[in-house]
């Protein structure tokens, strides 16, 4: 009787760059970074394609509250930016939002057949306990109850602590306290494991000096998943893709306007 071995996953991974912040301050990416230094900041969400799906890591945002709050520069709806790809909103399958914050989350809602993805502890306390008492949150109160809504429709699925596989070969690890549960993802690609940072790392200079983000409720755990998704990466730090380094475009190959294969 012949025994066949299972065939692993092998996802392709695409950044996709959408907006742009123009001089925006470094010191607001990097722990005690000169507040003279300016730099434009890529708006950017990803695209994992494999295994019958297409996965949207992070959805952006476009509402006009933001628009005209940080008014970016080269803005393409994200909904629109992923026809880059030859794809339609309606192809998404899934969406995994990696934290709570509108340029990651805000897009939930533009992919009318996706399935959202967020951290059990994440969703509840921005829903609930973060507005007790507080002037501010991390969280859009319009995308907190859409979020709500789309749970009540059975279209959110909670994911329950860290380094769990939510599909094969794609798993989710707690990040580094930028929000109350934020969320990176590694996922098994042909050129080895990528690993999806977001705003655990936000330049490519967190992740070579081991410099904490500037936005993070506990610096150490920040260090800490730096150190743990250059280990998930198996020794090629290429592969650890910050959240928001223009560098992304340029370290990896253009497939399209704005948009970069990862491998």
């Not at 930028?178 to 999806?196: F, M, N, P, R």
């Not at 280990?231 to 992304?248: C, I, R, S, Y």
């Amino acid at each position: 009787m012949a025994v066949f071995a299972q065939t692993k996953p092998a996802y392709e991974v695409f950044a996709v760059r959408y907006a742009t912040l123009k001089d925006f301050p470094v010191s607001g990416l990097v722990r005690g970074a000169d507040r003279a230094r300016r730099m434009d900041v890529a708006a950017m969400f990803w695209v994992i394609k494999g295994e019958g799906r297409t996965i949207l890591f992070d959805a952006g945002f476009y509402r006009e509250q933001f628009m005209k709050q940080w008014h970016p520069a080269d803005y393409e709806k994200p909904s629109l930016a992923i026809n880059r790809l030859g794809l339609k909103p309606e192809d998404v399958t899934d969406v995994v939002i990696s934290h709570i914050h509108w340029d990651h989350a805000d897009g939930f809602d533009l992919f009318p057949k996706a399935k959202i993805w967020i951290q059990k502890e994440e969703l509840e306390y921005y829903a609930g306990e973060a507005w007790q008492g507080h002037a501010r949150t991390a969280a859009d109160p319009e995308v907190i109850l859409g979020l709500v809504k789309l749970n009540t429709e059975g279209r959110v699925n909670l994911v329950h602590g860290d380094a769990q596989e939510i599909f094969p070969g794609i798993t989710a690890y707690i990040g580094g306290k930028h929000t109350w549960q934020s969320q990176y993802l590694s996922i098994d690609t042909a050129a080895g494991v990528v690993v999806l940072a977001s705003d655990n790392a936000y330049l490519y200079e967190n992740l070579d000096k081991r410099i904490a983000i500037a936005q993070t409720l506990d610096v150490e755990s920040n260090l800490r998943a730096q150190d743990r998704m250059k280990q998930l990466a198996a020794g090629n730090p290429k592969l650890v893709v910050p959240g928001h380094d223009p560098a992304v475009m340029t370290r990896f190959t253009q497939v399209a306007p704005g948009v970069v294969r990862i491998r």
